[in-house]
């Protein structure tokens, strides 16, 4: 704290020598050169929203082609004229490929949208956007520390997905997204297809890697004057941990997708049984990498929750340190519990000691969960839209985490393995913890990022839609599951029809929810209110500046004075949001 | 925005073109910008570790499974070979080191001079790797996986102590090709006066990269050429 630079007040704003970072730079051409070429993180977050939010439509779509087929099982009819008819299989004439049998097509579909999901939507999702975007304000940077090497792995990412999708527009590969050997390295003879997906996966791990590196550095050396590492925001200290483990963890998917390659090109035998390799030393590696995929998921999307409970609770949050400190926890752990998904293909003793492993992840986050609930208790909560989908988070991720315990446990994994009750499960985690808080962190920032308020009534009527949705496709699954339906098939015994209808008629409503949310941001584009800038009246860096930010982000370097969720202290009672006046004098907690 | 250090009195049209380049207008001052650099560098250094550590467990887990086949086949590399790029990559080492030095002294023609040994350095254990051994031993059917062809195998499991050898010296000597890459680059920018003592920061990170090719070398040398 050595020079006292006051950011300015909302109102002292406009008037400034620099624009927004949106505002245009004349022609259509000089505009897309300009976002094509830019260094900006705000505008690379920007254009990773719109890479991911694209990868997610592309794996919904196949999601809702997937429900589609599962709505009847595939039957053969005797036609009266002693013939047989097959009817239910939904997906071939939508591959154009209805001679190859419906199981095959299904599965291509199914990896398709579990690779595109993991790989291209999860992964980035909410830390290379929201990340990018708003990392750097929330710890008072000007950019990130390697703002080339931001674009740069935007690119690459994009090229990634181009190979990966281009395996797609082949024909496609049937593995599931673990492409688990001996299967991935024998399955057919056109090898391309499964390389060029490997390939893409490998690329992209690529991005991951450089974009975990970029926000190490970030955190560590371009914080404000004043912000010690406990005065940062809760998302960065997410972000923070969710950069350790890409740059921890990823290296080692990128030498198993290169094993792959390689055994599938080469035929050197590493994973192949016949020639003395070890199809389960591939799992091992995949594991090594995916398991903590699952908290490069999970971590940026608590942090997240820390933001709009606070904000929207407008109430300090409760146990700083512990909730930082869980961040670190978690991705310390997460390399340790791996082989909790190869419990079927190890021996006992192992099995055992990975099992109790898993359970220890429950602890951080149980931390942050208590925290949070402790944090809401008697908050002045506003239920606009952000603050519902962190009651859904809060809702959904319970069931899910709660639903993993018989999976951690041995006894029962061993009836649930590869039931539709894994599918069910992973869903509640995933699509709970990536897409709900991806929309609570796309409301609650919406105003800052674009300037516009986005249309309440409509955004609150989607996430009903949404919410209800997502438990009506996904909650009968558990029971589906424990009944014993097992995943990775497209036909199934009649029996379980009515719950596979139940289930497909829940995706549908999940598209209508989905639909809502797109036309009321699209419209608050078009014709939304303007933003003030600070219309929650949050207390992080991020709404110390214009809406839309600055193309600097702020006028003048930040000095913090005062801790990002002192609510009780900062925050004068009684005073709307929207004209919550930004604090002067200098103080920290 | 060009950061100009204020102890020096120089007006900026008449410095070197090392100390008026432009410096990211987001760090506070040169030296953040410095330590951020070296930072990032070793975090990526961590993650290559990582990447060949992967390959080293599989060798660990064959070399378990199989080790008759594994001590056949160390038998037919030529540690003299290995010993010979050995030494190659350690001398590339000391020179790129050299280069640092240099350029953080301001001898311009001294940096050159070691960096292009680097490069030839890096040069002869490529030639070495592929003319005197690969392209030989791929001859006599020494070859990994199902190609593996050589008539007097000992052991059915050499195919896959082949595999391993190609994999982990095909990876590293990708490494070693990048590296090349990277110090010609540095070679030409050294040539356009754009390192000197308040600019090295490429040439040390090269320098780090450069030592890990070797360092990986350093592990991979034993594993595969001496211990039986
Ligand atoms: C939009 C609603 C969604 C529907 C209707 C849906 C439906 C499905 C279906 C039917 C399967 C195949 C299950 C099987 O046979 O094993 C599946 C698998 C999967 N889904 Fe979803 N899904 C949705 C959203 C998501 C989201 C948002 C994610 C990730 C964030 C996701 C990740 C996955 C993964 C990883 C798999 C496994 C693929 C594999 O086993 O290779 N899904 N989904
Ligand atoms: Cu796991």
New binding site residues.
Partial sequence: MTTVDTHAGPADHGGGHHGSYLASRGSLWADIRNWATTVDHKKIGVMYLFAVLFM?FL??VM??A??LE?LEPVRTITTPDGGAEVTGQRLGPLFGAEGAPANNIYNRA??L???I??FM??VPGIPASMGNFFMPIMIGAKDVAFPRLNLASWYIYVAGSLFALASALVGGVDT???FYTPYSTMTDADHWRLVAMILGVFIMGFSSILTGLNFVVTVHKLRAPGMGWFDMPLFVWAIYATAIIQVLATPVIGITTLLLIFERLFNYGLFDPRMGGDPVLFQHFFWFYSHPVVYIMILPAMGVISETITCHARKKIFGYRAVAFSSLGIAAVSFLVWAHHMFTSQGELTAAIFSFLTFLVAVPTAIKVFNWIATLYKGSIVFNTPMLYTMGFLFLFTIGGLTGLPLATLSTDMHLHDSYYV?AH??YV??GG??IVLLAALHHWWPKMFGKMYWEPGAQMGFWLVFLGFNV?FFIQFIMGAHGMP???ASYPDEYQWMHVISTVG?WM?LAGFLAHLFTLVYSLMAGRPASANPWGGLTLEWHTDSPPDEHNFASEPIVKHGPYDYDSVVPPHTEPDEFPLPDEPYRH | MTTIDPTDSLPAEDRPYHETVEKGHHWRTGDDEFDGGKFGMWLFLATEVLLFAGLFCGYAIMRMKYPEAFANGSHYLDWRWGGLNTLVLLYSSYTIAAAIRHTQLGNKAAARINLIITWFCALAFLVVKLFLEYIPKWGEGKRPGVLFDYAYAQDPMEPMWWSLYYVATGIHASHVIIGMGLIGWLIVRNEMNRYGPKNYLAVENVGLYWHIVDLIWIFLFPLLYLIH
């Fill in positions: 997610f794996g919904g999601a809702l997937l429900r599962l199914m990896t949208h579990g690779a999901m993991v939507f999860i599931g997204w673990t599918v992973f869903h995933m699509f990536t897409v496709t995943r990775r098939y995706s999940l």
